[in-house]
């Protein structure tokens, strides 16, 4: 009996200090961005901007970064160098506006329409997959945990006190 509180104390004591994880891939971090504000909050401002008739294309280099910021701060905001008004969709940019893009070997790409809203996006490596803690399936382990270890300790006092365990 000494040995299984331990074992269950042990076990409850681990999945307590260890989180559950989940991973969004980089499709589900980018659908995320569904507007340019979101896009700006993210990002900041883009490289490179072309307008259309009817969209306007922004693209963000990533060929340029140093080694610090390929490996450790995709994930990470970038600063912004101009405003965006969110208002009145206007933009005091300092991007270049062209009529074609640079070559980029990595970049993300997103295209909008006339009110700002994302239509659809592309990159070319660049992964933003995401690992984050998921409070809520450590919480129900946890729960699970103490559930399964009250049923056997009250399984084990039961059969002591009926005379089934000597």
Not at 20 to 29: A, G, L, P
Not at 111 to 132: I, P, Y
Not at 139 to 160: D, E, K, P, S
């Amino acid at each position: 009996m000494k040995h299984l509180m331990f074992g269950l104390a042990f076990i409850g004591t681990l999945i307590l200090f260890s989180c559950s994880k989940v991973v969004y891939s980089h499709k589900q971090v980018m659908e995320k961005y569904l507007n340019k504000e979101g896009v700006v909050n993210r990002f900041g401002l883009p490289t490179e901007i072309m307008k259309g008739d009817n969209t306007e294309e922004w693209i963000y280099n990533y060929d340029v970064r140093s080694k610090d910021q390929k490996d450790d701060n995709l994930n990470k905001t970038e600063p912004a160098n101009g405003t965006y008004n969110s208002v009145d969709n206007s933009d005091q940019i300092s991007a270049r506006n062209v009529a074609q893009f640079s070559q980029f070997k990595r970049f993300i790409k997103f295209t909008f329409d006339k009110k700002g809203n994302t239509l659809k996006w592309d990159s070319q490596g660049v992964d933003l997959t995401t690992r984050a803690r998921s409070t809520g399936k450590t919480i129900g382990l946890v729960f699970l945990l103490i559930a399964g270890g009250a049923v056997v300790v009250v399984g084990l006092a039961i059969a002591a006190f009926s005379g089934a365990v000597h």
